[in-house]
């Protein structure tokens, strides 16, 4: 059974700093993809980045692109996502999720993208941890 746990949420000031942890158990290979998505009040849910674990392909949404960074601890099975110059926008419950690769990925979805592709269909979810962002 594999099982998400993320923590770092806090509430912190418009241009500050948070790292969010993801810590992964039960999986039994590399040959999977983790993400980060997010979901504020009123929203749809909405991928953040993506990382291809055994690949190492990230990718980031446009929305944060250049102020988050995800490095990872293998040994660990942990997942960080590394929050700077954080916005009200970036206000939303943050969740953890990962998919083993699928053989009928379309090759444009291969590497960080595979989260993009999957979306709510990711096969396992944390159960979120709350980022607020004020002026």
């Known amino acids: 059974q594999v099982q998400l746990m993320e923590s770092g949420g806090d509430s912190v000031q418009g241009g500050g700093s948070l790292r969010l942890s993801c810590t992964a158990s039960g999986l039994t290979s590399d040959d999977y993809a983790m993400g980060w998505f997010r979901q504020a009040p009123g929203k749809e849910r909405e991928g953040v980045a993506c990382i291809n674990w055994s690949s190492e392909s990230t990718y980031y949404s446009e929305s944060v692109e250049g102020r988050f960074t995800m490095t990872r601890d293998t040994a660990k099975n942990t997942l960080y996502l590394q929050m700077n110059s954080l916005k009200p926008e970036d206000t939303a419950m943050y969740f953890c999720?990962?998919?083993?690769?699928?053989?009928?990925?379309?090759?444009?979805?291969?590497?960080?993208?595979?989260?993009?592709?999957?979306?709510?269909?990711?096969?396992?979810w944390g159960q979120g941890t709350q980022v607020t962002v004020s002026l």
């Open positions: 999720a990962v998919d083993p690769l699928r053989s009928i990925t379309p090759p444009r979805f291969r590497g960080g993208r595979y989260c993009e592709f999957r979306g709510q269909f990711m096969s396992y």
